[in-house]
């Protein structure tokens, strides 16, 4: 076989050997620095040995060939141009085209070793930024327990005959069907709660509490869920209050949202716009806290109608703090209690 023609190949062997082992160092490393045979940080950051290495691979295979041998050309009695890297006998008009130089074995030899070492620093510098990855998630994780196990201590307790317990408007000796008495702001009132709708404006972040009654008055079941809270609060000059949060659930690997829209002017507060007649019943104002019923009546999938009564409590905790609490009566019974607890960011 052709000198030259055997060192295209014996290069473009070495080039696939060379870029395949990178491939595999960087994959290898990749499954031997992640936990419990996981692989959350495969990051494209492997890819700079792989191109590394291929380019080098790349070089060899185009340089090697030019400095293996003489390549000479020339042109037979037919016009037919010839290569070869060995002078023809049956001609005199070859040229050299390529010119041999002596193969240098230590040259290459210190190549190899300095391709090497950038290699392995490479490696180094992956295995470090795996390793930072890995102990910055772990620590995130490690917070995220931490709150959650906070919350579970700190939260309250609902007991078997506060479940199924009678509803707002039961306890003022009202029907379940009745509905709400709305009244008009009071002097100071409408003051009072411009105050605390724009000192809830901003980004906050926090935790949540939700206690589920399941069952009958005579087996209680508590369900008790936990979240992590971002919500934004914005108060436009029409009058309106709009607290957009989003819930997530840790254990239940799962996000949902909730708006509270609210309606000030100088009369009255609605959750709904423009309506003559306010349509939630005030429990208390002040420029701390804002407490007050809505009904709503809800279909059942049975087609049964289901009177529903919620309980609104926000309340300012501290200077960058507020909780919110909203307590849910079905046909007059407490079904569900919500709790959030936020701190301005």
């Not at 060379?18 to 495969?42: C, D, N, R, V, W």
């Not at 090697?64 to 050309?73: C, F, G």
């Not at 070793?113 to 992956?126: H, M, V």
């Not at 609104?312 to 046909?331: C, D, P, Q, V, W």
């Amino acid at each position: 076989m052709n000198i030259m023609l055997r060192n295209i190949l014996t290069m473009i062997v070495s080039a696939v050997s060379i870029t395949f082992s990178a491939g595999i160092l960087a994959e290898t490393t990749t499954q031997y620095y992640h936990p419990k045979g996981k692989m959350p940080y495969k990051c494209t950051v492997h890819w700079r040995i792989f191109i590394y290495s291929a380019i080098l691979a790349l070089t060899g295979l185009f340089c090697t060939s030019q400095l293996d041998a003489e390549i000479y050309k020339w042109v037979d009695e037919k016009s037919v141009i010839h290569y070869s890297n060995s002078f023809p006998a049956d001609s005199e008009n070859a040229i050299i085209v390529s010119r041999e130089y002596e193969h240098d074995e230590a040259a290459d030899q210190e190549r190899v070793k300095a391709d090497q070492k950038t290699i392995n620093t490479l490696t180094e510098e992956i295995k470090t930024e795996e390793q930072q990855a890995r102990v910055e998630k772990e620590k995130k994780l490690e917070e995220e327990q931490k709150k959650l196990t906070e919350t579970k201590q700190n939260q309250p307790t609902l007991s078997a005959s506060e479940c199924f317990s009678p509803s707002y408007s039961i306890q003022q000796g009202r029907g379940v069907n009745e509905a709400i008495i709305p009244r008009d702001l009071m002097e100071g009132e409408y003051r009072d709660l411009q105050g605390l709708f724009q000192s809830l404006e901003g980004n906050w972040e926090g935790n949540a509490l939700v206690l589920v009654c399941e069952g009958t008055q005579d087996k209680v079941r508590k369900v008790v869920d936990n979240y992590s809270v971002k919500s934004e609060g914005m108060m436009y000059s029409t009058g309106q209050f709009v607290l957009k949060t989003t819930l997530h659930s840790q254990e239940k690997k799962g996000t949902h949202h909730e708006n509270l829209h609210l309606y000030l002017d100088p009369k009255k507060l609605t959750s709904e716009p423009n309506i003559s007649v306010a349509d939630i019943e005030l429990i208390s104002v002040s420029s701390d806290e804002l407490a007050y019923v809505e009904k709503r009546q809800n279909r059942s999938g049975s087609g049964a109608l289901l009177m529903r009564e919620t309980v609104t409590t926000i309340k300012k905790t501290g200077e960058a703090s507020f909780s919110l609490k909203r307590i849910l009566y079905f046909n007059g019974r407490l079904t569900t209690i919500s709790t959030w607890h936020l701190d301005n960011k």
